[in-house]
């Protein structure tokens, strides 16, 4: 019998991840897909904040959803500067990741953030998340819609082509980074787009298939809670357990434990660079299931010589929260691959 040379080996390794990720890649986009329509982008310059240069802008995602978004850059910026995306969680607001903008435009980036499906500008309350339950909640039932993170995916990818139409913007140099919900649409957005150059999925990333075999899916389940309330509900379930969350899944973000369940697309990220960032204690994102992804991610990174380009930080005694200084960490790692 006649062994492989290491070398060999990584390169078989390789190339399986690779064709099995075009594959997901593939499948992910065909799901997500909708006619291209004009973006008819529209730009508002407002009044500076803080010593930034601010524009509130909004562009046609599809036929029936405008995207609002807030971009930030430095007062004197000049050419063409690498940017740097921020996605919000759930019930939050583009003005509520303001923070982020603002150290990363202090890093040298142009700075933008975005209401994901349902939220802020997208909802007639302008805040919560009523609208937002309630669009999942019909996802339930028609399956026409998956406002619980695929839809966004689309938004971000649609954002990507209206930031590649400024000239202010390096569409070259694009980096994405986000919280919670943000952050599963983060690796998500990144796995199936390769023109994210640098991803920073903070809070989000894990294995929904090792939270179901486990029974840890309640954290997850709490953000939506009153989506998945009503579709037990309707579906006569009083005691909802690990067999319906798989059903609900099914229904509302299919592949979600499976075919696009982190361990399978966070591989798909290299070997561009990729820092993921976790607290050990978030009963959102269970620690086990993290590293089940972080795992598949770094067999990835090591069969594509790109150790370097992969780096996980864990938050000790820390929950589902983003410290200061992961956030500080963040932007170091965006202005080492990034270059501004």
Not at 151 to 171: C, F, P, Q
Request: hydrophobic share 45%.
């Amino acid at each position: 019998m006649k062994f492989l040379h290491r070398g060999a080996l990584l390169g078989l390794c390789l190339l399986s991840v690779q064709a099995f990720g075009a594959d997901t890649r593939a499948d992910f986009l065909k799901l997500i897909d909708r006619p291209r329509v004009p973006q008819a982008a529209k730009v508002d310059v407002l009044s500076p904040t803080n010593g930034f240069a601010m524009e509130h802008f909004t562009f046609a995602s599809d036929a029936a959803q405008r995207v609002p978004g807030l971009l930030l850059k430095a007062t004197n910026a000049t050419g063409r500067l690498p940017v740097v995306i921020v996605m919000h969680g759930t019930g939050g607001t583009k003005e509520g990741v303001i923070s982020w903008l603002e150290k990363l435009v202090d890093g040298g980036f142009v700075a933008v953030a975005i209401d994901a499906r349902y939220h802020g500008e997208r909802t007639k309350a302008g805040k919560g998340t009523d609208e937002y339950n309630a669009a999942i909640t019909q996802a339930w039932r028609d399956q026409r819609e998956h406002p619980f993170y695929y839809d966004t995916v689309w938004d971000a990818m649609r954002l990507v082509d209206y930031l590649s139409t400024r000239d202010d913007v390096d569409a070259q140099r694009i980096g994405l980074v986000g919280i919670s919900k943000g952050g599963i649409e983060t690796y998500l957005t990144s796995a199936v787009d390769t023109r994210i150059a640098v991803s920073v999925p903070c809070i989000g990333v894990q294995s929904f298939h090792w939270a179901l075999d486990h029974n840890d899916w309640q954290g997850r389940i709490a953000t939506i809670q009153k989506a998945f309330d009503n579709a037990a509900r309707e579906a006569g379930v009083t005691n909802a357990d690990t067999v319906f969350v798989r059903l609900f899944y099914d229904r509302v973000v299919p592949g979600i434990y499976g075919e696009f369940d982190g361990p399978a697309m966070l591989p798909l990220i290299a070997p561009r660079p990729l820092l993921v960032i976790n607290g050990d204690s978030d009963n959102h994102t269970p620690l086990p299931g993290v590293r089940e992804a972080v795992t598949a991610a770094q067999t990835a990174y090591h069969a594509a010589k790109a150790e370097d380009h992969f780096a996980l930080r864990i938050q000790e005694k820390t929950g589902h929260k983003v410290t200061d200084e992961s956030e500080a960490v963040a932007v170091d790692w965006f202005v080492k691959w990034l270059k501004p």
